[in-house]
């Protein structure tokens, strides 16, 4: 009996000591949360203290340069509106500008609140290259679709001479210009080839000269034809009085006397006028016994007469 009741007490104290030692292991597991929790709330409060001036002033920064590129932007469309710029154009010059603003922007707050922005500009300097070497030849179309939309070295309707090809000016594209020739063919040109290249505007002045070289034969007299084309210019009213019409002399050629005929008419009278007086001088001078001589080769035959013996 005692035996057994030593047993109990021995079990019972066996269990009281667990019981103990779990306890205390339950108030070391909360005092370490409680002091995690106290460390990890006076980092917060450390960092939230030092870094509330920079994040303030990145986000003023960040409001305020937002607004800024916003009235930017509408200084910019105006401009563009002033200097009378194509609508679309003006738009996405407006947008591109806007953007990139925005981007610059956006990198400046982040350098303010420490983050590194090296590996992102070389990121986007790599793209963008990447970018512009893959489109270069879009990229050059768009930058001389831009250049003749500001500049505008021609408009819809003009009648241009660029890249070989002559024609009115149909549409004007961002990338291209669209020209309709003079027996109604559609010819698209890239506008960099337009931008960087010669070109000639017919339509940019109200009047134009009218050049017509005509020969005479050598017997025929010169102050006779001179007079027969001038009483032509005087009844044709398209034909302007100032600057004076001329008639010359203009070579000495092998067959004929090469007149040179000039006169100014209005621009859009230019090619009528210039068919009418073709056909006007021929008639004029078949009527007045003028002859316009084709080209000739005097050919002498020598005779040998010791040959013909």
């Known amino acids: ?13 066996t269990t009281a000591g667990g019981g103990t030692g779990e306890a205390a292991a339950s108030a070391a ?3 370490d949360v409680t002091s995690w929790m106290n460390t990890a709330g006076t980092q917060f409060v450390d960092l939230a203290v030092g870094y509330a001036p920079r994040v303030g002033l990145a986000l003023v920064v960040l409001v305020v340069g937002w607004m800024v590129i916003g009235i930017l932007r509408r200084g910019i469309n105006r401009v563009l509106g002033m200097r009378q710029v194509d ?7 407006g947008s591109l500008a806007s953007v990139a603003l925005k981007v610059m922007l956006l990198l400046s707050v982040a350098g303010m609140l420490g983050v590194e922005v090296t590996s992102f500009i070389a990121i986007l300097s790599a793209a963008t290259l990447a970018i512009g070497m893959a489109l270069k030849g879009t990229l050059s179309n768009f930058a001389g679709g831009v250049s003749v939309m500001l500049f505008r070295p021609y408009k819809v309707g003009d009648f241009i001479t660029g890249s070989g090809q002559s024609g009115s000016v149909k549409a004007i594209h961002i990338f291209n210009t669209v020209l309709t020739t003079g027996d109604n063919q559609t010819v698209i040109i890239p506008n960099n080839s337009i931008s960087t290249g010669v070109l000639v505007n017919s339509s940019t002045q109200p009047t134009r000269r009218i050049q017509i070289d005509v020969g005479i034969g050598y017997e025929d007299d010169i102050d006779e034809a001179r007079k027969v084309v001038m009483d032509l210019i005087a009844k044709d009213d398209r034909v302007h009085a100032e600057p004076a019409p001329m008639v010359v002399v203009g070579n000495l050629g092998a067959s004929s006397v090469d007149l040179v005929i000039r006169f100014w008419v209005d621009a859009g009278d ?19 016994g003028i002859n316009i001589p084709y080209p000739q080769q005097v050919v002498h035959h020598v005779r040998d007469d010791a040959a013909a013996s």
């Open 29 to 31: 597991s909360g005092t």
């Open 1 to 13: 009996m005692r035996i057994e009741f030593s047993g109990q007490e021995t079990g019972a104290a």
């Open 270 to 288: 230019f090619w009528p006028t210039k068919f009418d007086f073709n056909e006007n001088v021929k008639k004029a001078f078949d009527a007045a």
């Open 87 to 93: 609508v679309t154009v003006g738009n996405f010059l």
